[in-house]
């Protein structure tokens, strides 16, 4: 485990409405790799609701997100009716993230947001990934990095699994999976975890160990 100094992290704040009651019970997280060497990233949170109403939260993404992707995003609640989501962008990195025409609800709902993400670059040529922090314990999550590695459907994944490198500021278990997409296997590292304690700073450095180094780099801090 190697510790550095990350930028600002995604933060997931709720607003209340009255005695709200609400816990986070999956966090579900994936990069993909795009051909712009940035990272298309989906965010998936279930909320589930003891008492009172919500209606939505605001988001403070990182230096290096771009607009979240509005049409894309949306909320399923109680796991039957799809609404839509109202994004609405706040300030320089921040949004809120409301249920369209003041939609309210109780019990659980899972909204789905997605945004192009361009990391910082080190000078060996890893790319830090900042990790959502939240604001209580997340009972369950799971984070994705999906590469632009094929890999054959019955292709041994330790041939691959040390093309990449991966760094994490906390200790976790990182394991190799195949990602079966519709046009084809690719091959992916994933972190699964349980009861992640509220306000916690996390990154992950991402590191192609057949590629130079990029010539966008800064210089970085460890300790």
């Not at 939505?56 to 771009?66: C, I, K, S, T």
């Not at 604001?135 to 984070?143: F, T």
């Not at 997409?181 to 996390?202: A, F, K, M, Q, W």
Request: aromatic share 10%.
């Amino acid at each position: 485990m190697r510790k550095w100094i990350v930028g600002c992290l995604l933060a997931l704040v709720i607003l209340p409405c009255g005695a709200l009651d609400v816990e986070i019970k999956l966090v579900d997280i994936e990069f993909k790799m795009t051909s712009e060497h940035n990272f298309l990233t989906t965010l998936d949170v279930k909320w589930e609701v003891q008492s009172s109403t919500m209606g939505g939260f605001y988001l403070q993404v990182p230096e290096g997100v771009e607009n979240i992707i509005g049409e894309q995003s949306y909320a399923i609640l109680n796991a039957r009716t799809r609404v839509k989501t109202e994004v609405t962008k706040v300030g320089p990195s921040r949004y809120d993230i409301d249920l369209e025409n003041g939609i309210r609800f109780s019990g659980s709902a899972i909204f789905h947001l997605e945004y192009y993400y361009d990391p910082t670059t080190l000078e060996d040529g890893s790319q830090v990934l900042s990790i959502v922090g939240w604001d209580q314990l997340v009972e369950s999550q799971r984070i994705t990095i999906i590469t632009d590695t094929a890999i054959e459907e019955n292709g041994a994944l330790d041939l691959l699994a040390d093309k990449y490198s991966i760094q994490t500021t906390w200790d976790a278990r990182v394991e190799p999976v195949k990602i079966y997409l519709p046009n084809g296997t690719l091959l992916g590292y994933r972190i699964e975890e349980d009861n992640v304690p509220d306000h916690t700073s996390r990154g992950i450095a991402f590191k192609n160990n057949v590629k130079p180094a990029t010539e966008k780099t800064v210089a970085f801090a460890f300790r």
